[in-house]
């Protein structure tokens, strides 16, 4: 009988699970352990849940196996913690669609401050769409817009006149994405006129 089985069978979970955590990543018998401890941790408490789910996705990220554990965060509704790890692995496409689809608030905005500090904007202009706010999408545009065409204005005029500084990578106006974002921001501007003129004055 190996140690951990030992502790299981005289009740000690919160043991079993520390040592089954301890098994490192490289091991042939690690993705076994992994999962006996999330499910045996789950037998004690949420929060020993937790932990040994976010330790198992972290030792996953070393071995490459990032989307395994991501779907373990989300599974225990970690999914800031989550999108963080995919944007780490470099999935920003996966981590768009995960931050349009769970995160709010200071979290959307957090994960939207890594694509654009890593230059991934196509990602974080999905990640707006994906989330169904035109206007914010919109603004993101134009925001990036003008402080690309602040810096060409800072340079002498043959870098200005590349190629590869007259359009912002990823956020090209004829971009099929930039396109759509404008005439659906178009249509969001409309819909609030019309609600605007549809509803009636207020009075006391």
């Known amino acids: 009988m190996d140690q951990q089985d030992r502790l299981v069978s005289i009740g000690n979970l919160e043991a079993a699970v520390s040592l ?9 018998y690690f993705s076994a352990n ?3 401890a999330v499910a045996l941790s789950s037998a004690v408490s949420t929060s020993l849940l937790e932990l040994a789910v976010k330790v198992v996705a972290a030792n996953m990220v070393r071995t490459d196996r990032s989307l395994s554990g991501t779907h373990l965060l989300c599974a225990v509704g970690r999914h800031q913690e989550a999108c963080s790890q995919l944007q780490d692995a470099g999935c920003w496409t996966d981590a768009a669609t995960l931050a349009a689809t769970h995160l709010k608030g200071t979290d959307y905005a957090r994960a939207l401050i890594l694509y654009v500090a ?3 904007l196509p990602e974080a202009l999905a990640s707006l769409r994906g989330a169904q706010q035109p206007d914010t999408a919109a603004m993101f545009i134009l925001a990036c817009q003008e402080i690309h065409s602040e810096y060409l204005s800072s340079l002498d005029d043959e870098l200005r006149s590349s190629d590869k500084l007259v359009n912002l990578p990823g956020l090209n106006p004829e971009s099929e994405d930039v396109h759509a974002v404008g005439e659906y921001y178009g249509q969001y501007q409309r819909k609030l006129v019309h609600l605007c003129m549809d509803s009636q ?4």
């Open 201 to 204: 004055p207020f009075s006391d």
């Open 34 to 36: 992994a999962l006996r």
């Open 118 to 120: 890593a230059g991934a």
């Open 20 to 28: 089954l955590l301890s098994t490192p990543p490289e091991s042939s």
